[in-house]
Nanobody, 113 residues
């Protein structure tokens, strides 16, 4: 069984930065086998994809975060990151990590002055 645990969320002012982490524990090397996604869900809205990193290392981003967010992976640490720069109030959401059938419980990001 694999567990995904997100961390790094918090309150940040517009224009600020945060780095989210998604650490995998348990058996298997899920991040190097499957694509890993970051999703987010804002209050009253549906969950939406933010970024993905494939097992080969290729990445893709939602149009709303392109140029501001960067997804990366550290295989040695079994961790996937989401570097978020130039944050905007509309980035406020709970951010979830997903790989194959596994989901984390989310970490809250609030962008507000």
């Amino acid at each position: 069984q694999v567990q995904l645990v997100e961390s790094g969320g918090g309150l940040v002012q517009p224009g600020g930065s945060l780095r989210l982490s998604c650490a995998a524990s348990g058996t298997g090397t899920v991040f190097s086998t499957y694509a890993t996604n970051w999703y987010r869900q804002a209050p009253g809205k549906q969950r939406e994809p933010v970024a993905v990193i494939l097992s080969c290392g290729s990445t893709n981003y939602a149009d709303s975060v392109k140029g501001r967010f960067t997804i990366s992976r550290d295989n040695a640490k079994n961790t996937v990151y989401l570097q978020m720069n130039n944050l905007k109030p509309e980035d406020t959401a709970v951010y979830y990590c997903n790989s194959w059938k596994y989901w984390g419980k989310g970490t809250l990001v609030t962008v507000s002055s």
